[in-house]
């Protein structure tokens, strides 16, 4: 691995390191009581107005004073969110950060609350920190039953596979992965399933284009590679630029490897950013940046459009650092978020 590479891939560290620790069920049940009181038995979801998964911004629930997802819908006008992260609880099963289980806990009290008030939520798989269910199953047919059990725990529209750090780096893996989600693909009629992974600013990475070249050789029918353009470490500060030039080489490989047009290609591609400072010096997503991030992919047709977090969706007290709970740039509460709810693709 390059050191640009390994700046890279450090890009998600800072923010992921909750994920496993003992303590993140107790801050949740601190951070989240409103949630308990607003939800139901069962799972319902309401139709809403752009495919499951096209613009929901993650919400992660171990740290940064995460937000009353009901709300910050009301506040923010947000239809869907990405919920992080699902890891392996030691063995080929799914649980929230590697620990609490998918029902009976604050993870499913959270989605509940969403769902009853009309939000879509998609569960983001995987991600920088912990044991990845993509190395701990030994079988692509044990790690798409793994998928489906968080499919099924919560009656699922969509599903993120967050690939990141050792697991996009080992090629039978990434194989695993992608014979894993045809499965999925093919016993949930409908399902939106995105796969995520880092870039450079020009695109892909090696393990990127072997990613997609994977599944377009296995026939896997991604509804959009997302591409995360930020923490690059090569000293890029136009981060619009850097952005737009990611996702163009992401639709150059999408094209290439499934033989499509330019405008289906951009329709099978995404973005995920990551809002305000980010964990390398001289980057910075500004609200105004990130409107023309979103305008650009409005312009293209991307089918998804996501930003690393809702937790850091406002400025810092008296403009202090960023970190886990603000965004380190001048902005107004949750602007970024209102930028993105109702992103339609």
Known sequence: MSPHLSRRHRRRAHRRLAAGLGATAALLAVCLPSVT?????????DSTAAPSGTNGPYLYLGWGNPPDPVSFMEATGTKQLTMAFILSDGGCSP???GQRPLSGGQDEQAIEAIQQAGGDVTPSVGGWSGNKLGEACSTAEDLAAAY?????????KSIDIDIEASEVENAEVRQRV????????????????YVTFGTTP?????DGKDLIAKGAAAGLDVDAWTVMPFDFGDGTTDMVAATKSAVDGLKNEVKAAYGLS????????????????????GEQVSPGDFQQIV??????????VSFWAVNRDRSCAGGGSPGDSCSGVDQQEWEFSKI???YGG
């Open 95 to 97: 649980a929230w950060d």
């Open 262 to 281: 330019d405008a289906e290609a951009y329709r099978k591609s995404g973005l995920s950013s990551m809002n305000g400072t980010t964990d390398v010096q």
């Open 202 to 206: 020009q695109g892909p990475t090696a």
């Open 37 to 45: 009181a607003q939800a139901t038995t069962g799972h319902h979801t």
């Open 148 to 156: 489906q059990k968080v499919i099924d725990a919560y009656g699922l």
């Open 340 to 342: 993105l709810a109702g």
């Open 178 to 193: 992608v014979d894993a989600l045809k499965i999925v693909k093919e016993k949930n009629s409908g399902i939106k399933v």
């Open 295 to 304: 305008d650009y992919a409005k312009d293209k047709g991307l089918s998804r």
